[in-house]
């Protein structure tokens, strides 16, 4: 969630703090701030709101030294306000943190015997009061900084600065991601490569409980025994951490637009030279030895997972079990030997899905992970990682990851069908040679961009709205509301279609605009039906099918777009595009913060 970065460079580092922290709005923040060492003495610059109102702030009050901290800060103890805006200071340090600290009530408690007092409501502040007691009571930096984590219980990223410490930065992680930065006589600690890409291609992620001390001349780890270890130094892929909107608007429509290319290079990764199989790296994996899936996700990759169960169900036969991960974790549910255990993440960091995977460690027979970044958390912790290769996503509302999930665990699914018997070599060369032609008809769906842009105008003017959809089109709904309902803010719910007269046909009325999702497939029909029973009660019916659909379909449909023909099976790849485009127009005619709406981050590594 919140970013975090720190240099020690040889040039003035706050133009260069400012630009990393850029490169990590994607990650959602309310406030932000860098400190600085100007002839070993710290100071200080904060503001709430947007990195802008930051720089505007250093043009006026300007920052110099050649080392420094910075972080963009989304609240989680305390109000986004200037008290509460990091980097919090304590005398002769100064600290940036991501997670949360959940001791902090006892330590501050503990501080306040000792005669040292609060003055921001964050647990951050906890964490430098600590640190200068310790330095008070006269050990050196480092060792106060050790002494403090020692004492933290929770989930952290941390950076520390020091007076009089021009060539210091200690780091400490603790299920919040942090990596270290190589470069030539200069070092950098970021949140995640995309940060210090500019800086250098040369990473050091940091494993659980390391602790990192970091000098010009390079870093000094010790893990969480306190032994000295060495971690490998990672080549990132530049081309990975692009981060300009290459001419659109926004990057969620730069991301829309991306789909059919990073779903093309997707399927490269996995689809074997022949075209007719799927081949996974390492030693693979091979589905006949499992009795069941466990897929565990959160967000738009839970409805990934929601859409996975269909595929795996229907193509290979084979009973899954899908979880959101904060609940999954704490209900604590059984996991039989013979069980694959799935966890899908966009940034590889999501802390409740790492939690349910170190609950599956030992007890599932293989944990496999879908993730988009390699380097990860959760790919690291996984038997095998299966990268999606979306490139950067920088919007907070997830496209073009959704459908790179979708795909990859479509590929699965045939492979389980395969491994298991349920599906021939020639059904699954058949199926994968559609898959192959799926990023040429998504770019006919983004061809009705005007269509969509046209049919959100009139969406944007409604308070609520429906999502309706049966079969794989149930989990897309789900998508297309929490799609709405995140960037435009219009409230909207979705359900399977077939639970409307279960309730949800109470809200019915004139002025609620209800999409439904229906492909000319076997269930058609019974969706046709549930329609008919909206617009019998004046209520506004969008309908997004295909020519088959749109050929069967009365009169009295509010709005009607015609999506391209498809394969039923690959049906929900295509459909995103509707979820999306709807949600994006929506937003831009009500004049939202389409990239980084409210309250949102795009990496959740606190719960």
Request: aromatic letters at 6%; a negative charge.
């Amino acid at each position: 969630m919140c970013g975090i970065v720190g240099i020690l460079g040889q040039h003035e580092v706050a133009p260069t703090l400012v630009e990393a922290l850029r490169r990590l709005e994607y990650r959602g923040y309310d406030s932000a701030g860098i400190a600085t060492l100007k002839d070993g003495r710290l100071d200080r610059r904060r503001a709430v709101g947007k990195l802008v109102n930051l720089s505007d702030l250093l043009v006026h009050e300007p920052l110099a030294g050649k080392a420094g901290i910075g972080h963009t800060r989304w609240a989680t103890h305390g109000a986004p306000n200037l008290a509460n805006t990091h980097p919090h200071r304590a005398g002769p340090v100064a600290v940036v943190h991501n997670g949360i600290i959940e001791n902090y009530r006892d330590l501050r408690t503990d501080l306040a015997t000792k005669g040292i007092g609060h003055e921001t409501d964050t647990d951050t502040e906890t964490v430098a009061l600590l640190t200068r007691h310790f330095m008070d009571q006269g050990l050196p930096p480092v060792e106060a900084a050790k002494r403090t984590i020692e004492r933290l219980e929770g989930a952290y990223a941390l950076l520390f600065l020091f007076d009089g410490e021009p060539d210091l930065l200690v780091a400490a992680r603790k299920g919040s991601p942090l990596a270290v930065g190589h470069g030539t006589g200069e070092m950098f600690v970021g949140s995640d490569a995309i940060a210090l890409a500019p800086m250098t291609d040369r990473v050091t992620y940091l494993d659980e409980g390391d602790i990192a001390v970091v000098t010009r001349e390079g870093v000094t780890i010790t893990d969480e025994k306190g032994n000295t270890v060495d971690r490998p130094v990672k080549r990132i892929r530049i081309g990975n951490t692009r981060v300009d909107k290459a001419g659109h608007k926004h990057f969620m429509a730069k991301e829309i637009t991306e789909q059919p290319a990073v779903i093309g290079d997707a399927l490269g990764h996995y689809l074997s030279a022949d075209g007719r199989d799927v081949t996974l790296p390492g030693d693979g994996l091979d589905f006949s030895g499992f009795d069941r899936l466990t897929m565990v996700a959160c967000g738009t990759a839970y409805y990934a997972c929601l859409t996975a169960k269909y595929w795996f169900e229907q193509l290979a036969g084979m009973p899954v079990e899908v979880d959101i991960a904060s609940e999954f974790r704490y209900r604590e549910p059984p996991v039989t030997p013979r069980t694959c255990a799935v966890f899908v993440s966009q940034s590889g960091e999501t802390a409740d899905t790492l939690a349910a995977l170190r609950y599956c460690e030992g007890k599932a027979d293989t944990i496999l992970s879908v993730v988009n970044v390699d380097e990860s958390s959760i790919a690291r912790e996984s038997d095998l990682a299966l990268p999606i290769h979306a490139g950067a996503e920088i919007g907070v509302a997830s496209t073009k990851a959704f459908t790179c999930q979708l795909t990859v665990l479509l590929l699965l699914a045939l492979k389980a069908a395969k491994d298991r018997g349920a599906m021939s070599a020639d059904d699954m060369a058949d199926t994968l040679s559609s898959l192959r032609g799926l990023p040429a008809t998504i770019n006919h769906a983004l061809e009705l961009d005007d269509d969509f842009a046209k049919a959100a105008r009139r969406l944007s003017e409604a308070d609520n709205a429906l999502f309706l959809g049966r079969g794989l089109m149930y989990p897309l709904a789900l998508e297309g509301a929490l799609k709405l309902k995140e960037i435009s803010y219009i409230h909207a719910e979705a359900y399977a279609s077939g639970e409307l007269k279960h309730g949800p046909i109470a809200l019915i009325d004139k002025r609620m605009p209800v999409v439904v999702m229906a492909p000319r497939d076997a269930l058609f029909d019974k969706t046709v039906s549930n329609m008919q029973e909206v617009m019998a009660r004046g209520g506004k019916v969008m309908l997004i099918t295909d020519h088959a659909g749109a050929a069967e379909t009365d009169e009295g449909v509010w709005r009607l777009i015609e999506m391209p023909e498809v394969d039923p099976v690959l049906a929900p790849i295509l459909y995103a595009i509707p979820a999306q485009l709807l949600a994006y127009h929506t937003a831009v005619a009500k004049g939202t913060d389409v990239d980084q709406p409210r309250n949102l981050a795009k990496s959740v590594t606190v719960e």
